[in-house]
């Protein structure tokens, strides 16, 4: 094996059969219906290859957002797009920083493109440190806002500070961005050196279909199509995605939604004695008032899949949920109020 990536392990693959999944943070609404309605009806040329960019989404992308289509590179996933940020921006043993915590895969796909991730704490309050940030050292920052697992966007003066202080590229990965109502997708133009990645997985409920996209200028997105492997998003995926763009009204709905239970769910967190964290997304990280792996596997016992992150440097014995509807946050409160009261809490 390559010296760079012999320390691999496998990805979370937990077994999920028969369990209500709030730990991935995908639209707890169901399937996108647009997409839906795309699938079932669609006449697709199984012979034939996709277009070879993803023209047709990135010209409704566009479309939504008020850029142009070569502003845009779409994928299989915006884990592709990760995986194309380095590959294009990036040599062999080149220092990229990664917040800490922040998204595990980041470390994965730095490494995976022979880079070595520099780990920069964020502040007490889960914000990022600009001085820390902003090495001369490194080719490229990284970080996602709304922030996963914390949940809080990162304020946008401290990405702007980042944006002008560093020469490198400076990837806003906006995987939540839907939830937050704002972000820097409209500024790319503003910038040269600004990556946004977004992602049908979680506002837009495609998950299974693997759609994600960068937006850049327009000189960053043209390198980044020519790295990126031609075709990588299949007919029927962009087809479902262009049709999900032209429903923003289900995008409304969700947002409001999570808008909604977010306090809710909050609340009862902090009832049965976890302590949250701010969200600007459609998922909560909170502090255990019990060991965090014994919640975990009490939970799954009820039937109910959080994610532990209770092991973790900077985010000891705390744990993420996705909020769900009424009906799911109300099943998983009364599940953990069961655990905690079997673990004698
Ligand atoms: C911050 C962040 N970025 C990227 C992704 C990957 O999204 P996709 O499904 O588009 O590959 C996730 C998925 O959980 C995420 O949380």
Redesign the pocket.
Known sequence: MRSTTRGFKLYYNPDTAGLLRMD??TNALGGNPAAERFLAGAKIDLGGYPNTYSDGLRDALADLYGLERGNFVAG???????DVVFKTFTEWGDNCVVPVP??V??DYFVGMNGGKAIQVELTEDFQLDPDAMARRDAKVIIM?S????TANSFRAKDIEEILSRFDGIVVV????GEYAGCGFVERVEEFDNLVV??????AYSM?AL???YAVANKGLAEVMNCVKIPYSLNALSEGAAIAAVGDQDFIKRSVAMVDEQRPRLRKGLEKLGFRTFPSDANFIMAECPADHADIVAGLRAEGILIRDFGSKRRTENCVRTTIGTAELNGRLLDALEKVLGDLGC
């Open positions: 991935t943070n299989s996933g915006s884990d592709e797009m990760l922040s998204y895969l980041y996602p709304p922030n996963n697992p990965d906006e995987a939540y990645l977004r992602t049908f997985s979680k998950a693997r759609v994600g």
